[in-house]
Nanobody
Framework: QVQLVESGGGLVQPGGSLRLSCKVSGTIFRIYSMAWYRQAPGKERELVASISSNDDSYYIDFVKGRFTISRDYGLHTMDLKMITWRPEDTAVYYC???????????????WGQGTQVTVSS
């Protein structure tokens, strides 16, 4: 059983800063890519940022320069540090990983339950 638990969501003022964290637990052999997605009301879920096992990071244009993704391989955690929040960033943020449970096992996809971030004054 693999669990992804997000934390750090809440209310943030426009221009403010916030950090989201994701903790992966359970039967995990190796985590490959990790990513943050978000889903705003009435919109489809979209990729926000990702980080590979080589620490190569990717960001959608809308968050470049404002969001920073990082991971801790030993603790199986991932953070998303965000500054200069905008109302358009209001969404549920989801943690996502590609991982194997056993050596040589299939590559599986796991999702967290999501954490709400609301940008409002």
């Amino acid at each position: 059983q693999v669990q992804l638990v997000e934390s750090g969501g809440g209310l943030v003022q426009p221009g403010g800063s916030l950090r989201l964290s994701c903790k992966v637990s359970g039967t995990i052999f190796r985590i490959y890519s990790m990513a943050w997605y978000r889903q705003a009301p009435g919109k489809e879920r979209e990729l926000v940022a990702s980080i590979s096992s080589n620490d190569d990071s990717y960001y959608i244009d809308f968050v470049k320069g404002r969001f920073t993704i990082s991971r801790d391989y030993g603790l199986h955690t991932m953070d998303l540090k965000m500054i200069t929040w905008r109302p358009e960033d209001t969404a549920v943020y989801y943690c996502h990983v590609h991982a194997t449970a056993v050596p040589g096992g299939a590559l599986n996809t796991y999702w967290g339950q999501g954490t709400q971030v609301t940008v409002s004054s």
